[in-house]
């Protein structure tokens, strides 16, 4: 498996996929990084970085480690923390839960890191918890929900019930009284596909039909998509991530299933841009659940928000030379996860440990980033809020009022 050490920016091998033009290039001629891989210098916070840089989700893992090389770039050229630069080692999972587990051990044993962020696949993070506890690593997972075991992992998501909550409030407010699901069998999406459906009861509507698929394998969701469009549903709700969910919206159309579409606030991680490419006219008008920063160009002029966002994407486009694609809100979020790792950082104090830096995680209260608003304690590790509906609408997501 292969391991990069970064300090600031990203070494060339193994830059940002899909960018598509030199631009890549010449943000690396501004790199801050310095020795070979494996190689740290003296006097450094070492983190390592687990995500999914190629396979089904790398689409998803690639941008966000920009996001988070961005912030680390900003806090870098301001001295660091407490005194000391933050330097990354990355691995790749290759959205493959089996490799996940032991670049995990990599980072943790082999380059002993005080705190890893990642990995993206939930089931990848269940396994991650108690590892992560045995050896006193704080791990800022990027995944939606949280291990069931393990006191070192934070999440930085809102929780299953949280988007449940504004999804099903939303279709209830149109006058939903029945629901349709179609969901990924990963942990994440089955979670969230009960939180939809027990949601869906407690607010009166109707669940006329419940089916699966395997989104690393299935393409053809017409099996599905046919008993469910039986039920004569109000509303589909499509919760799933990457390239199915452009798929299953074609299929839908192709079928004559004409039923508005509500996802989840996985459903645009494929990326905005290739959903758009892949289901055209079949995604206009669909309503997913998002985070604020995705909508920031609707958002209230008066919005408190905005001048965090404003400062994220200008540094993002001083990094990378173009603005960062604001409806792939996990860009964002992991821009916040180096923020909250510095705060956490600075109260540990210079020689801080995996164990004062858990601790002084757990004391920091509304953090203010620029998805959300983050505060955590001893028996909360999942601490982000702040879910709101949008609209894809030509090309962007949309503030639904």
Not at 234 to 252: C, E, F, R, S, T
Request: a neutral charge; one cysteine or more; charged letters at 20%.
């Amino acid at each position: 498996m292969r391991r990069e050490l970064l300090q600031g920016t990203l070494t060339m091998e193994g830059w940002r996929s899909g960018l598509g033009s030199g631009l890549a290039a010449l943000a690396l001629v501004l790199a801050l990084a310095s020795g070979a891989a494996g190689q740290v210098a003296p006097g450094t916070h070492k983190i390592g970085y687990l995500h999914s840089f190629t396979g089904y989700l790398g689409s998803t893992g690639a941008p966000s480690r920009d996001g988070f090389m961005a912030a680390v770039g900003e806090i870098n050229k301001k001295g660091g923390v407490s005194g000391r630069r933050i330097t990354v080692i990355q691995e790749n999972d290759e959205s493959d839960p089996s490799k996940g587990v032991p670049a995990a051990l990599r980072l943790m044993a082999g380059e002993q890191v005080i705190a890893i962020v990642g990995p993206g696949r939930s089931d990848v993070t269940e396994a991650l918890g108690p590892m992560a506890e045995k050896e006193q690593v704080v791990d800022m997972t990027c995944s939606f929900i949280m291990p069931t075991k393990g006191t070192y992992t934070f999440d930085t998501v809102p929780k299953p019930t949280e988007e449940a909550r504004a999804a099903i409030g939303f279709i209830k407010a149109r006058g939903a009284k029945t629901l349709a699901i179609i969901n990924a069998i990963d942990l994440y999406d089955k979670t969230t596909a009960k939180e939809f459906a027990d949601e869906a009861g407690r607010q009166g509507i109707k669940v006329v039909g419940v089916e699966s698929f395997n989104a690393a394998a299935d393409k053809n969701f017409i099996p599905q998509l046919t008993v469910l469009k039986a039920g004569n549903p109000d509303w589909l709700a499509v919760v799933a991530a990457g390239a199915p969910v452009p798929i299953i919206l074609n299929q839908k159309a192709e079928m004559g299933f004409d039923v508005p579409v509500i996802g989840n606030l996985a459903s645009v991680v494929v990326g905005l841009p290739s959903l758009l490419k892949i289901a055209g006219k079949n995604a206009q008008g669909v309503h997913v659940a998002t985070l604020p920063v995705a909508v920031w160009e609707t958002l209230p002029k008066d919005d408190p928000r905005l001048p965090k966002i404003t400062e994220f994407r200008e540094a993002y486009k001083a990094m990378y030379r173009e603005y960062p694609i604001m409806a792939n809100w996990w860009i964002a979020q992991n821009w916040d996860i180096a923020y909250l790792l510095a705060e956490a950082l600075k109260r540990a104090g210079a020689n801080a440990t995996g164990t004062s830096l858990k601790r002084a995680m757990e004391s920091i209260k509304d953090f203010h980033g620029v998805t959300g608003t983050f505060s955590f304690s001893e028996s909360e590790h999942a601490g982000a809020s702040g879910v709101v509906i949008a609209r894809i609408e030509g090309e962007r997501l949309v503030l639904e009022k």
